[in-house]
Each structure stands twice: as C-alpha cells, then as structure tokens.
C-alpha cells in the first residue's frame, strides 16, 4: 500500500502537482504511515491485484473525513484511492470503485461518496464525474504553516 501511495506522491511531485500530497513519500511520514495502518488495521482498505501484481488501493468507511460535512443518511466513504501509476489506463480505479459501490449496495446503502483534491487543472474531479460522480460542494482544509487545501466532495446515488 505504502509503496503505491509513494509512486503516487512521486508521480504528483514530476507533474509539478505538489500541493496534493505534497512532496514526501508517504512511506517517511510517521502520521501518513499511521493513518494507513489504521486502515488496514480497520479492515477499510481493499486492494486491485492485476497478473499477481498489487495495482491500486481503496478505503472505505461510514464516515466520511472531519473536514466533510456528515451526509443526512447511512453512506458509504471513499477515504483514499491510489493506483499504481505504470498501470494508469488498465481500469484499475474503476474496478476499485465498482467494488466501492458493490460493498455499499451490500450493505443495503444508496449513497457513495467521496472527496478530492480542487487545486491544479481539475482532472481529478473530472475522473470522479466520468466514474457517476457529481460534484456537491468545495471545500478548503486549513492546514497550519501550509497552504489551504482546496477540496470538492462528490456523491453517486446507488440504485
């Protein structure tokens, strides 16, 4: 998990795209290696396997992160996504995403949502709105001796 989430870091940093995630792997940051653990530990990270290969992460949740206004109903909470960046365009997000949405169908719930990163060109948002997302509302994480955050929240209605 540690090392998708560094290629990821890494991959963000060759862009010029630094204000995601930053510039230090996840893997070097104690509070971010925490936070994964707990995941794991949770039992809220699933993972995408491609030709025996580990090939993307997701983390799913009840709750959705402190910055985020809680839904008026039961959901389910996209918490982290991440793919292994050689595999981009093998349909990794989307397998992981269509698990996210079979694990809230099972769990009898009808709403999927998720947060992301505002900042830069804006495809990332325009990657949720092309996997059923619709965009609900930005939002600005308040990070201390750091730049504003600027997020937006997306939510999916379950059939």
Known sequence: ????????????VAQGRTAQWGTEPWSTRPALVGRAAGRIER??????????????????????????????EPELYV?????????KNHGVGSALLDEARAEARRQGLGL???DCYAGDDGKLRAYYRSQGFTE????????????????????????
């Open 1 to 12: 998990m540690l090392r998708i989430l560094d290629g990821t870091v890494e991959w963000l």
């Open 43 to 72: 039992g809220e990270a699933r993972v995408a396997v491609l030709d025996g290969e580990l090939a993307g992460v997701i983390s799913l949740s009840g709750t959705p992160a402190s910055y985020v206004r809680p839904a008026d």
């Open 79 to 87: 918490t982290l996504l991440a793919t292994e960046r050689r595999l």
């Open 112 to 114: 999927l949502r998720v």
């Open 136 to 159: 609900v509302e930005p939002f600005t994480v308040s990070r201390k001796g750091e730049p504003d955050w600027p997020g937006m929240l997306l939510a999916q209605r379950l059939a």
